[in-house]
């Protein structure tokens, strides 16, 4: 069962599509379902499917599900494990075959959201009578449907319990993941919706010291409201902004600005007169701070009116935390957590921590080993002692998983906090024999949580402190009457009135003439639509007092309403005052129709290197021209265009130019340190200042170029292997046919009447020369087979590495006699107690081969064997003096498929694989194998264990 945080979906439904985009769920499932080669489709509790099947067999795809019993079988074995189970993954065998499959259950707190099913493996070897009979019931034909059975994977049980243990704890941690950053993402919601619907402005603005412009900026929505202006005209635009301020004060707004840049933390303020949309003059203070980040400095700050009102003065420093607060909670919901995986055979103690378990401590994949005193050196002592306690329940059975915190110590020095998921895995008998699981760095996540409680509390007092008037209303008998649920310090003030006296009344009571008012209408249109809604202002009646108040009224995710009002009757009074027109304004307005028309240009086109030029002579450029050519943005305007390309290219460019070509075509462009490089060009002509100039986009093509010569070495590379697997199988046809002549030609002799019993003896033993030497290309093709899948078991033991070498000694010790050679064991006194840790199968083939190999090519002389010890391995060395290896070959010798004598001739026999065994064993074992040989002379092959 996949659980999430305890008190989430109090008052939600969460659909698993919208924590996860259903791209990215099928392409999990998918690369599941091809990892452990099982079939899996994720539904939702009632059955209907979420993501389209994988690797779904054709047994149950095509014909099983094709009959009318078949389907109806399959529905009751979806209802078995498709229900809530709290006690883990559901396992069940189908109606029809017996094929596994599992379900585990996919919930947040206690809200089943889904099911994901793996599955349709066959677990045990079913008889040809038992899939006759499953054939005849179902009305198909009996050989298409025992070939669809075999081709069903075969998966031991416990083997497929591993798999859904993995998917269960796997599933738990991404659906936490995925749900912590939707409610981060929700929370961030809420917060701009609080911004936007605040009578003032809030804004903020990044500016690149390196570049030295203005980056991303943002402006609330009021904006447009407070200079009455059509929404969406400001649109995150300081320089819309300012082109509505009075010439007057705009020096003084820039210097204001200079001094932020230089002198970052420190508030500064600026009061300024601005046209407002209607043409009326308006009293405007901005006040605003800035801190750096690198080389980016960044302004957070809030715009008033304060010709309306200027008591709000005391909640700027308050609304700026709450902007910066923002940005911090966005910067969060921007980062994906990965956890660290962790597995522990409890039979052999092995234990092996994930690249990023270690990561998660502060540690490369190399710094530690894995080995369990690890995680107990790193943890604290007492979070040991409860971890033990813990671990010993789940090998008990009392508890079937863990889920728990501990604080495990940093690199550098500090304790993170780590949430610890675990799952235990039983053999056939019921032992515990291995436990697994994942590591989740949640010290983060847990000074959020904290920071979302406390910035829960910062709302709250922002609200009861806020100069504007409060009041939040819970809808009465679906919206025809509400009732005060909230009401703050302003609003008492304003009302002169106190809140106990408003929670809890009706606002039909409180404001008997409010039906017919502008206020009801909108309460009740946001109740019902949820769109905010500005109520400009309007004479508000009470029991007690009149007044023009203006409102923004919003609706909250629990449905209640808020409205946020002001007492606007001095200025509603005085905004009759100042309706006049200002020739600057149109002068401003040009200037930033200009400056539109200009940034449209560069905008157009399209992205890469942007260059604007007039006859020849850059006029503006974008980023991205100044990265690809390494001149900045100043030195490339005044610039010859062709300047900027190869002598070679130059002629080309020109004349695209003066023929106005706007097909793209290729050339070399030059950088500012001579360096030249290939693009591809695109020009078109535009309008610009009442004249036509050109705008070219160039490409940098460096990489496509590479990757056509890296094709044609492919292709080279891949002639040259398909050539290689040809000799190869020419070579074991002719091992195998070879020694198959002679098992059957011998047992046909042996089949003669009237042969001696020493003719006899000598067939036998001719028939068993020919199976071993069958057996060995045989067990040659499966072992290489293995290391190619990585399919290979290591079996690590501690060994007496002098025994092993001293045993092969003696077993070639006659192989070699017979040909005249003298076999010599080369190890040191020093050296003959040697012991290591080490897979003694595996040593003992690599060995096998090299010596075989030595006498096989040595036809005199002497072969050498033995080891050195290093600084952190032991290098071991076969040597003869035989045919030796072209040095053309030597770097291909170890590759599958390779033998030294295929351009040859066939005058010594094999499979051409035993180098590849070696060297895939090798590898496994964590060393490397290498030779040195100088051909007609000898070879020597080298290759390193861990010491």
Known sequence: MISGPSNILNKEVVDILQLIELKELQKLQDLFADVHHVASSITYPDGRQITKPSNFCSLCKDIIRQTEKGRERC????????????????????????????VVNVTIGDKHIANWSIGQ??????????????????????????????????????????????????VNQFVENAYNKYRLNQANKELKEISNCLPDIT??????????????????????????????????????????VLPQYVDDLYETFH??????????????????????IGWFQGRGRSYREGNIIKFFGVTKDISKLKKTELSLKKLEKQESLAQEHLKLAMEVTLDGHWDRNLITNETYFSPRWKEILGYAPNELPNDFYVWERLTKPEDVKKSQRLLKKLISGERDKLDFEVQMKHKDGSWKHILVRAGIIFNDKKEAIRVLGTNTDITEKKRISQQLKDNEK?????????????????????????????????????????????????LFSEFPNIRQTPLYKGIKKVYQTGVELHIPPFLCQGNKSSRWCENYIYKLPSGEIVSIFNDVSDIKIAKEELKKQNEELRKAKLIAEENG??????????????????????????????????????????????SLFDPNSCDIVENKIITEFEKRYEAVACKKNGETFPVEMHGNMIPYKETKVRVTEI??????????????????????????????????????????????????????????DQEKGECSTNIIESSDRLLTTINNIIEFSQIEADDIQLKIKEVDLYLIFQYHLNSFQMASVSKGLNLVLDISDALSPTR???????????????????????????????????????????????????????????????QADFENTRSYEGSGLGLSICKGYVEKLGGKIWLESEYGKGSTFYFTLRN
């Open 259 to 280: 001094k932020a840049l230089q002198n970052t933390g420190v508030v500064y303020s600026a009061i300024y007169e601005a046209r407002m949309g209607d043409g009326t």
């Open 836 to 898: 290591i840790k080490t897979d003694v199968e595996k040593l003992d083939s690599i060995l096998n081969t090299l010596l075989d190999n030595a006498i096989k090519f040595t036809s005199q002389g002497e072969i050498h064997f033995g080891y050195e010890l290093e600084k952190d391995h032991i290098r071991c060395y076969v040597r003869d003096n035989g045919i030796g290896i072209p040095k053309k070959q030597i770097n291909s010798i170890f590759d599958g498929f390779m």
């Open 458 to 506: 910062r709302y709250r007092e922002l609200a009861q402190h806020l100069p504007s008037g409060v009041a939040v209303y819970r809808a009465v008998d679906d919206g025809r009457d509400f009732m005060f649920v909230g009401y703050n310090a302003a609003a008492e003030r304003m009302y002169n009135t106190s809140k106990d006296k408003k929670i809890g009344h009706l």
């Open 597 to 642: 028309i200009r940034f449209k240009a560069l905008h157009d086109a399209s992205f890469g290197g942007i260059a604007i030029h007039d006859k020849g002579i850059i006029i503006d450029v974008n980023q991205g021209m100044e990265k690809l050519t390494g001149y900045s943005q100043k030195e490339l305007i005044g610039m010859d265009y062709l």
């Open 121 to 170: 493996v066959r677990c045990e070897n079913h008889n040809t009578n038992r899939i006759a009979e499953c054939a005849q019931e179902l009305g198909v034909d009996k050989d298409l449907f025992l070939n669809a059975f075999n081709e069903v994977p075969f998966m031991e049980e416990s083997r497929l319990h591993q798999i859904v243990s993995l998917l269960n704890v796997y």
């Open 699 to 756: 490409r940098d093509i460096s990489a496509s170029k590479r990757m056509i010569i890296d094709l044609q070495r492919s292709k080279k590379r891949a002639e040259q292997s398909d050539k290689l697997k040809s000799a190869f199988l020419a070579n074991i046809r002719h091992e195998i046919r070879t020694p198959m002549n002679g098992i059957m030609g011998f047992m046909q002799l042996l089949q003669t009447p009237d042969l001696t």
């Open 203 to 244: 804004w903020k603005a990044e500016w690149n010291l390196v570049e030295n412009k203005m980056g991303s900026t943002y402006i609330s929505k009021v904006a447009d409201e407070l200079l009455l202006l059509p929404p969406g005209t400001i649109n995150n635009s300081l320089y819309q902004v300012l082109s509505y």
């Open 75 to 102: 529905l009751k074995s979806k209802l078995i494990v498709g229900k809530f189970n709290p006690d883990g993954p559901t396992f069940n065998e189908c109606k029809n075959i017996g094929l596994m499959d599992a």
